[in-house]
Structures are given as structure tokens and as C-alpha cells.
């Protein structure tokens, strides 16, 4: 990734917690890992094998271990939406089979998360996405018809041995 998109992401991931996403023309809420602070985590600009995707759970659909929830939302934004037209970030992702900006992710797998903040007592021991829901479940969609290439680009977001 060029250094410009580190830096992007690095503004992105100090902004959890508003759910800011600098140029973005979505509209964003709160998140709901505001709670977390960043500082303590180090953030890994990664190549990651797209049929791992599937290991990463999401709030949006409830931590669901087969991302059901997340991929019916994404073939509803990539065959049809409630905008009139397929949605542009998936059209994006069809065309270059990787995101418009790579998502977050939080290895949560040890269940530090749990441990360390009280608030997040439903989420799962496991890669977690922090941001990027919308791409997720485009993406989850697209996983499941083959339209991705063999990595995409992620921030792995692990907790710092500080």
C-alpha cells in the first residue's frame, strides 16, 4: 500500500469510535468498538487470503459464524438495492475483486476484548471487524460466487505488548 493509504487508514483507525471515515460520502454512526482505545494496538497493513474472510464475524449480523446476515445484505447491494441501481461499491469490487479501501480487523482470537473493556461481553473470541461493514458484506456476497481475487488488503488490527 502506498504511504498515503497508511496514512488514510491511520486517520480512520483514530477515529473509530466516531465511526469517521475521512473523504467518505457515507453516513456514519457511532461505532460500536468506541470503547477501544487504539493507542494500544498496533495496525498491520496485510495481504489476506480471501477464503479467510470468512473467519471474521461481524456485529452487524450478530457475530453469525456463517455470515448469513451479511451475505444476503451484500447480494441485495450488488444485484439490486433500495437506492434503484446496484450500489457503486459494489460494482467497484466486482470490477477490481478487492476493496475500495481495505476494511479493519481486530484478532480478538485470544478474547482480550472481554477481559479489558466490560461493554464487549458479546463479542466472540475470534477476528472481529471494527470497520468496514458495508465492503464486508459486499464482499461476503461476492465470496460466495467467486468474485474476489486469492488476497485482499485488510488493516489487522492486534493488541500491542506494551
Known sequence: MSSFRIVEALNIV??????LI?????ARGISPYGFVKSRNYKFTAVKWVSSRLFELRSEWDDFDPICKGCISKGRSLSRRSEFGKIYWMATYMREHKNFPQPIVMLD???????????????????????????????RAYLQTIGGLNPTVDVWLMEKSSH
Open 14 to 19: 483514530e477515529h473509530i469510535g466516531l465511526g
Open 108 to 138: 480478538n482470537r485470544d478474547d482480550h476484548l472481554k477481559k479489558e473493556y466490560p461493554a464487549a461481553w458479546r463479542v466472540p473470541a475470534a477476528f472481529i471487524l471494527v470497520e468496514g461493514h458495508m465492503r464486508f458484506n459486499i
Open 22 to 26: 475521512p473523504g467518505s460520502v457515507q
